[in-house]
Each structure stands twice: as structure tokens, then as C-alpha cells.
């Protein structure tokens, strides 16, 4: 049974960081990644990065968020920047069991973590 606990979000100004974590136990994940889901919106895809290291990111968080992945841990990361109101959300850790260098659709998704609260004040 593979499990996903994530760790950081919570309040900052527009223009300020955040740090999302999570780990995984239970099995080995071919791509991680994290989706959000603002209210009133669809759970929309975020970043995610396959084993390998191969990454793909929405257009609306480039050079803003990063993703990282320490798979010694079975780890993710996502470093977020330069913050916006809209980026407010819930963000949730995804995980999937294949490898999926493209678009991760949140219907190919195997697990999934709590989710954490991601709210930015303008």
C-alpha cells in the first residue's frame, strides 16, 4: 500500500516562497508530481518528474515553481516562487506507477496525498 505524506504549505505574501514536500512509502512510483485545485476549479496538474528525471511543467507556474525528486528518499519536492494570489489552492501529491514523461492527466493518477493548503495574500 503506498502511502504519501506531504508536508510545508500554508500563508504567504504575493511574491514570496513556499516549500512542498513528500515522501512516499509502499512501493517505488515511475512519476511523482503535484496537482492543485482552487475553489470552484478543476484538479488541474502542476509539475510533475518521472524517475529518470524527466519534467513537465504547467505553463502558468515556468520559472516560478521546481520540482525535484530525491529517489534514495522516494521524495518530492516543489520549490515555488514569485507567488500569486492565483496560485492559492489546494496542492496535493500524485503518484503514479508508470513513467509518464508528458502531461499527467489526474485520471492516469495511482495515489494520492492529503493535500495541503497553499494560500497567497495580495
Known amino acids: 500500500q503506498v502511502h504519501l505524506v506531504e508536508s510545508g504549505g500554508g500563508l504567504v505574501q504575493a511574491g514570496g516562497s513556499l516549500r512542498l514536500s513528500c515522501a512516499a512509502s509502499g512501493g517505488t512510483l515511475g512519476t511523482m508530481g503535484w496537482f492543485r485545485q482552487a475553489p470552484g476549479k478543476e484538479r488541474e496538474s502542476v509539475t510533475t518528474?518521472?524517475?529518470?528525471?524527466?519534467?513537465s511543467t504547467a505553463a502558468s507556474v515556468k520559472g516560478r515553481f521546481t520540482i525535484s525528486r530525491d529517489n534514495a528518499k522516494n521524495t518530492v519536492y516543489l520549490q515555488m516562487s514569485s507567488l500569486r494570489p492565483e496560485d492559492t489552492a489546494i496542492y496535493y501529491c500524485?503518484?503514479?506507477?508508470?513513467?509518464?514523461?508528458?502531461?499527467?492527466?489526474?485520471?492516469?493518477?495511482?495515489?494520492w496525498g492529503q493535500g495541503t493548503q497553499v494560500t497567497v495574500s495580495s
Open positions: 518528474i518521472t524517475w529518470s528525471g524527466t519534467i
Open positions: 500524485a503518484a503514479a506507477r508508470s513513467s509518464y514523461s508528458g502531461y499527467l492527466s489526474s485520471r492516469l493518477i495511482d495515489h
